[in-house]
């Protein structure tokens, strides 16, 4: 059954046809270029961000100097930020090669592999971004009952980038997750209109 040149397959997942079909394709890469060029910038961003910051304090005619290697919920963030950017920078390349050659994803292997390299992606910088933002906010507020102090007050400046890097990563992970579900639409799509050319047939 089909409308306005748009079949729906057995498993509700709505089958573009023809020119519909790369109308929306054109579309969809579109979006997916642009998610993946704000990925990449801002992963950069906050791994710079987070890994330069530093603050030296005087505590008791002792310099004690703040950096991002002292909590390892940062360092895992570093390194998160680090993947999430080179690994969006390759995906952007293959989105701008695809643009030039015109081409539709009609290939099942490497739909998968998008989709699951953005799934791993999404989930990695999720756990990341939450372990910071629990780093972060011990730092900030401190544990009285286990007699935590806020390091915040004494590392203001420090703690304020930091913020600002743990920002930047919150926008990554929502991105990558927006492009796994672009991912899984274009992958899900290709079995969609496989089931309409089986039924077609009968």
């Not at 790369?22 to 579309?27: G, I, N, P, T």
């Not at 990449?40 to 890994?51: K, N």
């Given at each position: 059954m089909s409308y306005l040149g748009v079949g729906v397959s057995p498993g509700n997942v709505p089958v573009y046809h023809g020119s519909n079909l790369k109308a929306v394709d054109r579309r969809i890469r579109v979006a997916e270029l642009v998610l993946r060029g704000v990925i990449s910038g801002l992963a950069i961003l906050s791994a710079l961000l987070i890994g330069t910051d530093t603050q030296v304090k005087e505590i008791f005619s002792i310099q004690?100097?703040?950096?991002?290697?002292?909590?390892?919920?940062?360092?895992?963030?570093?390194?998160?930020?680090?993947?999430?950017?080179?690994?969006?920078?390759?995906?952007?390349?293959?989105?701008?090669?695809?643009?030039?050659?015109?081409?539709?994803?009609?290939?099942?292997?490497?739909?998968?592999?998008?989709?699951?390299?953005?799934?791993?992606?999404?989930?990695?910088?999720?756990?990341?971004?939450?372990?910071?933002?629990?780093?972060?906010?011990?730092?900030?507020?401190?544990q009285a009952e286990l007699q935590w102090m806020k390091i915040c007050d004494m590392y203001a400046k420090f703690c304020n980038q930091v913020g600002e890097g743990i920002a930047s990563a919150l926008f990554v992970s929502l991105s990558f997750v927006v492009v796994s579900a672009i991912s899984a639409f274009s992958l899900f799509r290709l079995y969609g209109e496989n089931k309409r050319k089986n039924s077609g047939r009968w």
């Amino acid at each position: 059954m089909s409308y306005l040149g748009v079949g729906v397959s057995p498993g509700n997942v709505p089958v573009y046809h023809g020119s519909n079909l790369k109308a929306v394709d054109r579309r969809i890469r579109v979006a997916e270029l642009v998610l993946r060029g704000v990925i990449s910038g801002l992963a950069i961003l906050s791994a710079l961000l987070i890994g330069t910051d530093t603050q030296v304090k005087e505590i008791f005619s002792i310099q004690k100097k703040a950096k991002f290697t002292d909590m390892k919920a940062l360092v895992f963030l570093v390194i998160a930020n680090g993947l999430a950017a080179a690994y969006s920078l390759f995906q952007l390349l293959r989105c701008i090669l695809s643009m030039i050659r015109g081409s539709v994803l009609f290939n099942k292997p490497l739909a998968w592999a998008i989709f699951s390299g953005d799934q791993v992606m999404s989930y990695l910088m999720l756990a990341a971004v939450a372990a910071a933002a629990q780093s972060a906010a011990l730092a900030k507020l401190g544990q009285a009952e286990l007699q935590w102090m806020k390091i915040c007050d004494m590392y203001a400046k420090f703690c304020n980038q930091v913020g600002e890097g743990i920002a930047s990563a919150l926008f990554v992970s929502l991105s990558f997750v927006v492009v796994s579900a672009i991912s899984a639409f274009s992958l899900f799509r290709l079995y969609g209109e496989n089931k309409r050319k089986n039924s077609g047939r009968w």
